[in-house]
Every structure is written in structure tokens, then in C-alpha cells.
């Protein structure tokens, strides 16, 4: 009998144990991301024979295309530790603006389709004749950076942000933030050099 009441006691024990430990339920946490570890900002000029100069980030690596094939003046800002890369193009204006400018446009607004929003900001420097947009696209696009700058006459400069990833803003929102900082510093340093 004694050894019946203590088995008892332990069932009852350990009932009120469960009973005890379903009260409140749990609830799953939330997806996270990883630590994007961001680079001091500092600067060095582009110091290439091109049309044009500008401010680049020193975590950034230029790439230019030496083959045969590849269009002058063209090169890529590669920003391994993010992998992601600044597609850089260069036209010369020979009556051709308007064409260049639409196309530029039509660029920005195809990502208008994954876009939540896109919000365009006009650049001027009239002391160095450098006129621009930068579009930035909300959402989930391919590109969340586009960029335009000119100076109406000879020069029309072109530059679009990629990531090697599938496009998640959330997970990516630092490092756009980060690079846009960058990309802005990219065309208020914009010259022209006249060959």
C-alpha cells in the first residue's frame, strides 16, 4: 500500500508538472538575417585615362573590359564583400541626348514591375556641368540604384546597381542604404576631362 500512494504521488507530481508547463504558448521566432559587417567610408579618385573622373570607395574594385568587343570607357565598381557591382557606362553626346536620357529612363522604370515605389532625385553642380538623377527603386527589383549624369553637350555617364542574389529588400536594406551613401559621393565628385 505504501509503495501504491508514492506511485500515485508520482503521477500526480508529474501531471501538475505538464499541466504546469502548457500555460502559456510559444510562439516562433522571427526569420534573421546575418551581420553585415560595413567598411569605414574613404575615397580615392579615379585616376584612369577616361572621359570623366569621380570619388569611388577604396572597398570597391574597378573592373574594365579589355577585349576587342568592349564598348570605351565602360567598367564595373566591384564591391566584393558585398557582391555587388556598379555597371558603369559612358556615352559621348553627338546629338543624341534626348535618345540617351529616354533610354536612361526606360532603364530605371523597367524595374517597375517588382517596384513598390520609385523615387527619383535630381542632382545639379552647374560650377562643374553636372546635371543628373539618381532613381532609387523600392521593392524587390534587380536594381535598386540607377543613376544618370550629363553635361548637355559632350558627356552622358550611366550607373546601375546589381546584386549577385536574388533581389530580398529586407535582407539587403543595410547595404543598399550603405552603397547609396556611396553612389551619391560618386556624382557630386563627377568631372569631365577633355581629351
Given at each position: 500500500?505504501?509503495?501504491?500512494?508514492?506511485?500515485?504521488?508520482?503521477?500526480?507530481?508529474?501531471?501538475?508538472?505538464?499541466?504546469?508547463?502548457?500555460?502559456?504558448?510559444?510562439?516562433p521566432?522571427?526569420?534573421?538575417?546575418?551581420?553585415?559587417?560595413?567598411?569605414?567610408k574613404?575615397?580615392?579618385?579615379?585616376?584612369?585615362?577616361?572621359?570623366?573622373?569621380?570619388?569611388?570607395?577604396?572597398?570597391?574594385?574597378?573592373?574594365?573590359?579589355?577585349?576587342?568587343?568592349?564598348?570605351?570607357?565602360?567598367?564595373?565598381?566591384?564591391?566584393?564583400?558585398f557582391e555587388?557591382?556598379?555597371?558603369?557606362?559612358?556615352?559621348?553626346?553627338?546629338?543624341?541626348?534626348?535618345?540617351?536620357?529616354?533610354?536612361?529612363?526606360?532603364?530605371?522604370?523597367?524595374?517597375?514591375?517588382?517596384?513598390?515605389?520609385?523615387?527619383?532625385?535630381?542632382?545639379?553642380?552647374?560650377?562643374?556641368?553636372?546635371?543628373?538623377?539618381?532613381?532609387?527603386?523600392?521593392?524587390?527589383?534587380?536594381?535598386?540604384?540607377?543613376?544618370?549624369?550629363?553635361?548637355?553637350?559632350?558627356?552622358?555617364?550611366?550607373?546601375?546597381?546589381?546584386?549577385?542574389?536574388?533581389?530580398?529588400?529586407?535582407?539587403?536594406?543595410?547595404?543598399?542604404?550603405?552603397?547609396?551613401?556611396?553612389?551619391?559621393?560618386?556624382?557630386?565628385?563627377?568631372?569631365?576631362?577633355?581629351?
Open positions: 500500500m505504501y509503495k501504491a500512494v508514492l506511485n500515485l504521488l508520482f503521477v500526480i507530481g508529474a501531471i501538475l508538472f505538464f499541466l504546469n508547463s502548457c500555460g502559456t504558448p510559444g510562439s521566432k522571427p526569420r534573421g538575417y546575418f551581420r553585415i559587417d560595413l567598411p569605414q574613404e575615397y580615392k579618385n579615379l585616376d584612369y585615362l577616361m572621359p570623366y573622373s569621380f570619388d569611388y570607395p577604396v572597398y570597391g574594385e574597378l573592373e574594365t573590359d579589355v577585349s576587342r568587343d568592349a564598348e570605351p570607357y565602360w567598367m564595373n565598381l566591384f564591391f566584393p564583400q555587388a557591382r556598379v555597371h558603369i557606362s559612358y556615352k559621348p553626346v553627338e546629338d543624341n541626348l534626348y535618345d540617351l536620357y529616354e533610354d536612361n529612363i526606360r532603364f530605371a522604370y523597367n524595374h517597375a514591375v517588382k517596384a513598390d515605389a520609385i523615387e527619383e532625385h535630381y542632382f545639379q553642380d552647374k560650377e562643374n556641368d553636372v546635371y543628373g538623377m539618381l532613381f532609387e527603386i523600392k521593392g524587390n527589383a534587380a536594381s535598386p540604384l540607377q543613376f544618370f549624369a550629363t553635361d548637355s553637350t559632350n558627356h552622358f555617364l550611366r550607373g546601375s546597381l546589381y546584386f549577385q542574389t536574388q533581389p530580398n529588400r529586407d535582407s539587403l536594406a543595410p547595404v543598399i542604404d550603405f552603397l547609396t551613401i556611396d553612389m551619391i559621393r560618386l556624382m557630386e565628385t563627377i568631372r569631365w576631362n577633355e581629351n
